[in-house]
């Protein structure tokens, strides 16, 4: 919004001219006004900035069979161990008005007096302090993703895990008057070896692309066609797959949010401020928390409304004001680092200047002032 020096002093010269048609006043709110309950108390808006962050988590569990990927399926470079990484996907920022405990204001209607403070109230200039105005306020939430104690690869091999094996050992059996050694073979059930387990896997995938090419070309002795075709070649796809996982790991990637609220002051503008942390490894953190590292916001003002300073020193005994604050657009800046990672231009109310606002204009017979546009006039 940018503000011409003309429309200032026009604006100057309208305060100090008009003359209200009873004399009402306002003034900030003291202890003595706490005591009398005198008057309608009202409050101008202080803004609150609400930042809502999504992260991904993305858990790598490694196969069972991954030492063996490289030379038994020619895959380099597969995972070897467990780890869990994050990263920031998304940051919106918001914004919502509160009550500025510092700018509280009592008015005393005399005369006359019908101000219509439904129009200000929609707007966001003044906030009545008699009733609740709904927020909606930040909550904080960390998401805890845990596999837990889930098997995550259940097929390691399309053949038994126990092999036959033939042992021979010696039996002593009395021959005439001697004993004597006769070997005997007997059958015996063994566990395979991991490397055996794995090369048998690696066969597994081999004979499914075979089988698929054969499908694909027409080679195979059945052929199936139409939707048949289509659900064959999606389970060989999906044991493929499968079996492929027992190389080269799985990935699970899940989302979480959490929301933090920031409420500026002018010490906040121009400096950076923690907003909260952030680890790869433990995702986001609080701000107190010194395992990761800050994420900082900037502010910065516009100064779009730097040429009204002047009119919040207009006094006439004359006339009766409604104090009310212009609110300053201010720039939201996020950064990792040096790194720019979210922006927005919000309206900060207690960044503004505190005008006065004759009176009379709000009067039940003067019509000629809106505070929003309403689309069915012309």
Known sequence: MKISKGLIYILFLGVIACKPTSKTTVHKLTNSDLSTNKGIVYALPETNLNFKVEALKTEIIPGPYNMYAEKLIGISNVPDKAETIWQISNIEISSF????????????????????????ITNNIVLPVNCIKKQSYANHFFGINNTGNDVVFKDLSVTKYIGQEKVTYFKRVQRDSIFAKVPVVKTQSVHKTLAKKAEEAANFIFMIREKRFELLSGLADYYPDGEAMKIALAELNRLETEYLNLFIGKKYTSTYSAEFEFSPTEKSLNQPNILFRFNENKGVLPANNLSGRPIIIELKKQNNTKYLIGLNKITNSDADYLFYRLPELTQINVLDGSSLIAK???????????????IMFFMKNESFIEFYQDKNKQ
């Open 344 to 358: 927005r231009k919000i309206q900060i109310s207690q960044f503004g200047n505190v005008i006065p606002f004759p």
């Open 97 to 120: 008005n509160d009550i500025d405990e510092n700018e509280l204001y009592v008015l005393n209607p005399s005369g006359k007096f019908n101000v219509n403070l439904e129009k200000l």
